[in-house]
């Protein structure tokens, strides 16, 4: 059985009081128990990663992700934060190949290799992003692309270092439901999802592939959400809107939970 995992990404949004806005209503909301349940995981800006790390800011055993990485532990690289940085705040995540990096950064399938690896090694568990845009899938093309994606990254990266299937995590994001308000439909989801757990297990084994948790990302709310999740190959949720309202982002693990 998959624990799920719902994890918030931030995005450039909120500013140190909300933050710590969000944190004290989030403590107070989240029911009891949660955590024993779903793995929770809030994705901030880098500069919010340690004012939420602090003791007792965050209910315990809800951990913290970073929204990128370098693929270098350290060096002449302007602007960049290393998985090596990241963990000395005690982030345990990093978001790696958002399709917002693809394509703002032109992040290649090269780069994300080799962010990928650096966050393996330094112990951190990355979220690696795929998904296909609207174009794609209107010609037919989503499942290819989600098989370029995947073995153009995966195969650079040791396999001892990813096939352990509780430091890897996977997340469908079709690139035409982020931020539009238009979710991937139930079945939409689960035929994807189930596309790439094929490929995973034939990078890795079937095994290691039954095992990696897939979350689902795109336009995901309280209301659309239990459909997905029950979906037999959606693991959790990646969210970005409906993560910054504390209120609704612990509705979105109850859901989650519930499972
Ligand atoms: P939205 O939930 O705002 O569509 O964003 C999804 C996303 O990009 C999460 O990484």
Request: hydrophobic share 45%.
């Amino acid at each position: 059985m998959r624990k799920p995992l719902v994890a918030a990404n931030w995005k450039m949004n909120k500013n140190l009081n909300e933050v710590l806005d969000f944190a004290g209503e989030f403590s107070r909301k989240l029911p009891h128990g949660s955590v024993a349940k779903v793995d929770i995981v809030i994705c901030p800006a880098f500069t919010h990663l340690a004012a939420l790390t602090a003791n007792s800011v965050l209910p315990g055993g809800v951990v913290v992700g970073g929204q990128d990485s370098h693929w270098e532990e350290k060096g002449a690289f302007t602007g960049c934060i290393s998985p090596v940085m990241l963990k000395d705040l005690r982030v345990r995540y990093v978001i790696v190949g958002h399709s917002e990096r693809r394509q703002y950064f032109s992040e290649s399938s090269n780069m994300l290799a080799g962010k990928l690896t650096a966050t393996l090694k330094a112990g951190l568990i990355p979220i690696f992003c795929v998904g296909e845009k609207l174009e794609e899938r209107q010609t037919g093309r989503t499942f290819k692309v989600l098989e370029e994606q995947m073995t153009e990254a995966l195969q650079f990266v040791p396999k001892e270092l990813a096939s352990d299937s509780s430091r890897f995590i996977l997340a469908y994001e079709p690139v035409w439901a982020i931020g539009t308000g238009q979710n991937a439909t139930p079945g939409q989801a689960q035929e994807a999802h189930k596309h790439l757990r094929g490929l995973l297990a034939w990078l890795w084994g079937a095994e290691t592939a039954g095992q990696i948790r897939i979350l689902y990302g795109g336009s995901v709310t309280p209301d659309n959400f239990a459909a997905i999740m029950a979906c037999p190959d959606v693991d959790g949720g990646l969210v970005g809107g409906a993560s910054l309202d504390a209120e609704r982002f612990v509705k979105l693990i109850e859901i989650a939970a519930a499972r």
